[in-house]
C-alpha cells in the first residue's frame, strides 16, 4: 500500500498497516493535548486506505472523530484542572511555550467561539486550543458543542480529500497550507463583523 502513496503520506503507511484504526485514534487524540503530531496527515493517509478498500470509510470517519473530540477534551480538562503552573511548566516538553499560549489565550478570550471550531484547521491553535479553553474557564457544554462541530467538519473534510483525492493528495495539501494563514485571519473578521451586528440590533432595539 505505501508504494501507492504520495512522499508525503509515506511515512505513516506501516504505522496504519500494523495498527489501523487504533493508530488514528491514538495519533490524533493526541495532538488535542498538544502534542505536535501530523493529525490531518494522518486522516489524510487513513482516507486513502479507506479508498483502497484497506479500511473502512465510516469507522475510519467514526475513529477520527472520537480522537479529536476525546484528544480536546483531555486539553480542556488539563488547562481547567491541570493549573495554569503545570501548564506552563511541562507545556515545553510539547512545544506549548510560554509565549505561544499567552498568545493563543488571549485571542482565544476574544474570539473563543471561533476559535474552537475554525481553530481545528489552524497549526498551533488545534494543539494549543482544548488547553486555552481549560485555562479561560469556557463552560464545558459549551466547549464541547463547539469543539464536537469543528471537530466533526475537520475530520470528514481531511478523511474524504484522502478518499476522493487519489495521486492529488500531495498538492491539495500543500495548497491548503498555502492559504492556511488567510483562513487564521478571516476569525477575526467574521468576528468583528459579527459583534458589530449583534451591536447595532441592540441599539435598534433600545432606540
Known amino acids: 500500500m505505501s508504494s501507492q502513496l504520495p512522499a508525503t503520506l509515506q511515512s505513516l503507511a506501516p504505522t496504519l498497516d500494523r495498527y489501523g484504526y487504533a493508530a488514528v485514534i491514538v495519533l490524533v487524540g493526541l495532538e488535542g493535548v498538544g502534542i505536535p503530531l501530523p493529525g490531518q496527515i494522518v486522516l489524510i493517509t487513513a482516507g486513502v486506505y479507506a479508498g483502497a478498500g484497506n479500511l473502512h470509510l465510516g469507522l475510519v470517519l467514526l475513529a477520527g472523530l ?8 483531555a486539553g480542556y480538562a488539563i488547562g481547567r484542572y491541570g ?25 482565544f478570550e476574544r474570539r473563543g467561539r471561533l476559535v474552537v471550531p475554525l481553530g481545528r484547521f489552524v497549526d498551533g491553535l488545534r494543539q494549543a486550543s482544548g488547553i486555552a479553553a481549560g485555562l479561560a474557564r469556557m463552560g464545558w457544554r459549551r466547549y464541547l458543542t463547539y469543539n464536537a462541530l469543528g471537530s466533526a467538519v475537520w475530520v470528514a473534510v481531511w478523511v474524504f480529500v484522502g478518499y476522493l483525492a487519489g495521486d492529488h493528495i500531495a498538492t491539495l495539501y500543500s495548497g491548503f497550507h498555502r492559504y492556511q494563514a488567510y483562513l487564521l485571519g478571516a476569525i477575526p473578521v467574521v468576528a468583528i463583523a459579527g459583534l458589530t451586528g449583534w451591536a447595532l440590533k441592540r441599539r435598534a432595539a433600545h432606540a
Open 66 to 73: 472520537v480522537a479529536a473530540v476525546g484528544g480536546d477534551n
Open 83 to 107: 493549573g495554569r503552573e503545570l501548564v506552563l511548566r511541562f507545556g515545553r516538553y510539547v512545544f506549548l511555550t510560554r509565549d505561544r499560549l499567552a498568545k493563543t489565550e488571549r485571542f
